[in-house]
């Protein structure tokens, strides 16, 4: 097969692009297994060391309990996500079939939800958790998230889009709604479902500044958390090195996870219309 | 089977007498990681030397992110109703945690102990005294000092014919030194001068800067004024533009504390202004006969101080009250304040850290920590804090970061940047120093 020097051309342009984009994951792939160089002249390179060393990455296992952090952020990911595909499907349904009065003005309110920053709920969901009795503890870092607007919206999109035929047919069939909802809506849903989780997940496992805010205790730090335990200087030096295999070992699993299931990542990004 | 009841029942009362009567209060400690990762495992091994040492308290060391971080999360818990009992918070953050009420005087606990405010700060360098205290109370224990400080490649000075034993002095030799040592050609690139400009970085350089141009910065004593338009300011910030635009030995931009460290460890910058702190990272890293020297002045030498401080919480049980203070005194005493600055770089904040046997033997062995703290010593002054800290701060720090770049001229730039400031204290001016008479 011959090929087109335009072709030629455009594959030459997308690698270098290719090749932009991927190098700080380069780099960190590099940097993890070079040894410790104190931030000085090969620093920057992104050629492979000569002599790769494990070293950086048992400093960070020294540096922080990971075994743990991975099984507390295991725990908070798949928590929060069991919880919100109950509540979504609910909600989403409720907003999408049943008709009850102020039903717009509740979605409206729902949707504002998603304008507000973060930040500047800490101190109310603080004391909501204290309240509650579930600070410094991962129930209370993934009670805020529990319900998701963005999640309700999503499914009651995808609900509407599937058309009412369907439910019409079981109906006649005398199933009941939540039969329609599990046996007829649910599985058409299937790619909203999968969207959303994929978003959840990365989204709760990289999230730093609230599981900061709730957990004291070590043993429930997660891993954004553990990781920044050795990875933010104010004033000292930067050990490159170490930084790098620890936001490897981090990233690891959702980097696994991204190459097993490529296609279906890019779908959900592309279905739920949310940028990585 | 009746006996073997009963024996079993007087091993378990023997069992349970053997049991302490109280259970340890427990107390937890907020800190942040100012430098690197080894220092908080190092913090974590503090609190269980300490619950080892004694039995009616129980640390519990909680990592809170960096010094911004730590002040949220220390601010938030409070709110919460569940504030720390101790934590290490930035130094120049105790004005303001004491404007929102929110953490406690320490002269109470001095007091009980039947000691004068004074007696107890005559230990600690007197640079550091104006950051713990408010309103002439002391409201924060010094644990962790630094000052910024001019790091030099010795090497590169005997390469321009600058003899490294005489470091640059003034503001007109930084300049003439910064040029000689400048080399524009290709890939060998070098700057003769390097800066941190990234936030919270950049205010302290620029108050070092102002200061050594025989500026205040601002008002120590109250938090409403700062001396952004002030023609010492305006002088600092003129040295920068020129450093970067006219004589052409700074690079033009933005550059963080990592892009200068490394720039310097590459042989990539001859001078770089860094923190004290960074003193043991160089020591361990740079692979060329490095030099320390004092900040050089214009009008005079000053380094304004920075580090963190021990502070409690208002608002905690009376147990914990008192084991807060317990822990705090344990933390600062002489012996524990003299082995973390040897573990980090820092100062230790007590002259009598520094008659201690082993910190005799480090100072010895490592000369250069010894004219950080003649710097501290004698040329230090307060660290910038004032009502709304932070926002205050970064209205200077915008604008220079906008000179830096070519974006603005000085004279434009200490004008906005007063405005904002001005704008962003005037609740507090207008409740505190515009409030005359009765009534308000």
């Not at chain 1, 989403?92 to 309110?109: I, N």
């Not at chain 2, 005194?329 to 082995?339: D, E, M, V, Y």
């Amino acid at each position: 097969m011959r090929w087109h020097p335009a072709q030629l051309g455009s594959a030459a342009l997308l690698c270098s692009v290719a090749f932009v984009w991927t190098t700080p994951f380069l780099w960190m792939l590099v940097a993890a297994f070079r040894p410790e160089t104190g931030g000085s002249r090969d620093m920057a390179s992104l050629l492979p060391p000569l002599q790769p060393t494990l070293e950086n990455f048992m400093l960070a296992f020294e540096s922080a309990d990971f075994a743990i952090y991975y099984v507390n952020t295991l725990m908070v990911v798949a928590g929060i996500l069991a919880v919100q595909l109950v509540t979504i499907s609910l909600a989403g349904y409720a907003f999408a079939r049943l008709d009850f009065p102020g039903k717009d003005l509740l979605f409206t309110l729902f949707l504002l939800q998603l304008m507000l920053v973060p930040p500047i709920l800490i101190v109310p969901n603080l004391i909501t958790v204290v309240r509650l009795g579930i600070y410094d503890s991962l129930l209370g870092v993934m009670a805020p998230y529990l319900a998701s607007a963005f999640g309700t919206f999503l499914m009651r999109q995808t609900f509407k889009a599937i058309p009412r035929d369907y439910e019409e047919a079981a109906l006649i069939d005398g199933a009941r709604w939540w039969q329609v909802l599990w046996h007829v809506l649910l599985p058409l849903a299937r790619p909203g479902l999968v969207a959303f989780s994929i978003v959840s997940v990365c989204a709760h496992w990289n999230e730093f500044l609230w599981p900061l805010m709730v957990v004291n205790a070590p043993e429930k730090r997660t891993l954004t958390v553990g990781l920044a335990s050795f990875a933010s200087g104010a004033e000292g030096g930067q050990e490159w090195g170490l930084l790098a295999a620890g936001t490897l070992l981090v990233a690891l699993p959702l980097l696994a996870a991204f190459l097993a299931f490529q296609r279906q990542f890019i779908d959900s990004f592309m279905f739920s219309g949310v940028k990585g | 089977m009746t006996r073997m009841i009963a024996m079993t029942a007087t091993a378990l009362a023997l069992a349970l007498l053997a049991e302490p009567a109280a259970a340890a209060t427990k107390i937890e400690f907020f800190f942040p990681v100012p430098v690197e990762g080894k220092l908080a495992r190092e913090m974590t091994n503090i609190g269980k030397r300490f619950n080892a040492e004694q039995s009616d308290i129980e640390v519990v060391a909680v990592y809170t992110g960096n010094y911004d971080e730590t002040k949220i999360k220390a601010q938030a818990a409070m709110q919460a109703g569940k504030p720390p009992a101790v934590a290490l918070v930035s130094a120049n953050f105790v004005l303001e945690f004491k404007l929102n009420d929110q953490i406690a005087p320490l002269d109470p606990f001095l007091a009980a102990e039947n000691m004068a405010k004074d007696a107890f700060l005559a230990d600690f360098w007197p640079a550091l005294h104006a950051n713990a205290t408010v309103d002439g109370k002391l409201y924060a224990i010094p644990y962790q000092n630094s000052t910024p400080l001019l790091y030099y490649n010795a090497d590169l000075f005997k390469e321009a014919g600058i003899d490294p034993e005489k470091p640059p002095q003034n503001w007109a030799q930084l300049i003439d030194y910064g040029v000689k040592l400048t080399k524009k050609d290709g890939s060998a690139a070098r700057w003769g001068l390097m800066l941190p400009s990234e936030y919270d970085y950049l205010g302290w350089i620029t108050s070092a800067f102002t200061m050594a141009n025989g500026g205040l910065y601002f008002n120590p004593i109250y938090g409403g004024e700062v001396y952004y338009d002030a023609p010492s300011t305006l002088g600092a910030l003129r040295f920068f533009d020129d450093a970067v635009h006219k004589y052409r030995f700074m690079p033009e931009g933005v550059t963080d504390q990592k892009a200068v460290s490394s720039s310097f460890f590459a042989g990539n910058a001859a001078m770089v202004i860094l923190s004290t702190g960074t003193l043991s990272f160089v020591r361990d890293n740079a692979k060329f006969n490095y030099k320390v020297a004092f900040v050089p002045g214009n009008l005079r030498n000053a380094a304004p101080i920075g580090g963190g401080s021990l502070v409690t919480f208002k608002g905690l049980p009376e147990d914990q009250r008192k084991a807060a203070w317990t822990f705090m005194k344990w933390l600062s005493s002489p012996a524990q304040l003299a082995s973390w600055s040897r573990f980090t770089g820092y100062f230790a904040p007590r002259k009598s850290s520094y008659e201690l046997p082993e910190m005799k033997e480090f100072t010895a062995q490592n000369p250069d920590a010894l004219i950080a703290l003649q710097q501290l010593l004698r040329y230090g002054q307060p660290w910038f804090a004032t009502f709304n800290t932070v926002a205050v701060r970064k209205a200077m720090e915008d604008e220079v970061q906008a000179v830096l770049s070519g974006k603005k001229k000085p004279e434009a730039a200490v004008k906005d940047a007063q405005r904002k400031a001005d704008e962003i204290m005037l609740p507090y001016v207008q409740s505190t120093a515009l409030t005359i008479g009765p009534g308000g």
